[in-house]
């Protein structure tokens, strides 16, 4: 069974740590992506990465960067958590060229808390 | 740019009721549509998706048509499960940027038996 595995399902972080949020999968994907989930919000992208050591912003990076050293592996870093990134993250992984591209396979989400 | 709302929630029917959820979407060019399912406590999954107008998609008793005309993407099921309850969110990919999807708000359903 194919998946995304994100490593801490809940966390709870102090305004001023550094927080790691890990992603694996093992699709050989193309095409990992963060997005936060709020109530009323939907999901919003925060980065994606389309290939090895690659990224880009999506809708909302302030606060965030990221990692992929390997395929598999994508990361999401709080550098300094703030109240305001309490929040669902979810990762999602998508395999590249049109007709895969756009169908993600998501992980079960990493429930943050910053107090 | 792209956008995507749907009908606000929470909805809550009775089991064996008809569902409709509504979509409806701004996008440059000609997206792909989708609906992903989030049931309580995972990841969205993939429920459905049409890539041109007129196309219907179809899974586990659900369906939406891709609407040109109306730029709207209904999703619907002629009998709920308590099992059908969940979140569901509408999405859209532009042909121009295929890595993103733009998702709408969601919409959690609950079923009652």
């Known amino acids: 069974d194919v998946k995304v595995t994100q490593s801490s399902r809940y966390l709870v972080k102090r305004t001023g740590e550094k927080v790691f949020l890990e992603c694996v999968q093992d699709?050989?994907?193309?095409?990992m992506f963060w997005y936060r989930q709020d109530p009323g919000l939907g999901l919003r992208l925060i980065y994606f990465?389309?290939?090895?050591?690659?990224?880009e912003k999506g809708d909302i990076p302030e606060g965030y960067s990221v990692s992929r050293e390997k395929k598999e592996r994508f990361s999401l870093i709080l550098e300094s958590a703030s109240t305001n990134q309490t929040s669902m993250y979810l990762c999602?992984?998508?395999?590249?060229?049109?007709?895969?591209?756009?169908?993600?396979?998501f992980g079960a989400g990493s429930r943050l808390t910053v107090l | 740019g792209n956008s995507v709302t749907q009908m606000e929630g929470p909805v809550t029917l009775s089991e064996e009721a008809f569902l409709t959820i509504n979509c409806t979407y701004t996008?440059?060019?000609?997206?792909?549509l989708f609906w992903y399912v989030q049931y309580p406590g995972e990841g969205l999954q993939l429920l459905l998706k049409a890539t041109k107008a007129d196309d219907k998609g179809s899974n586990k008793g659900f369906e939406a048509t891709y609407r040109k005309e109306t730029t709207s993407f209904h999703l619907e099921k002629g009998s709920v499960q308590v099992s059908d309850s969940a979140v569901y969110f509408c999405a859209l990919s532009d042909i121009g940027s295929a890595r993103q999807l733009t998702f709408g708000s969601g919409t959690q359903l609950t079923v009652l038996p």
């Open positions: 999602a992984s998508s395999r590249q060229g049109p007709s895969g591209a756009n169908v993600l396979t």
């Open positions: 990465s389309y290939d090895v050591k690659m990224k």
């Open positions: 996008a440059t060019g000609y997206p792909s």
């Open positions: 699709m050989d994907h193309e095409n």
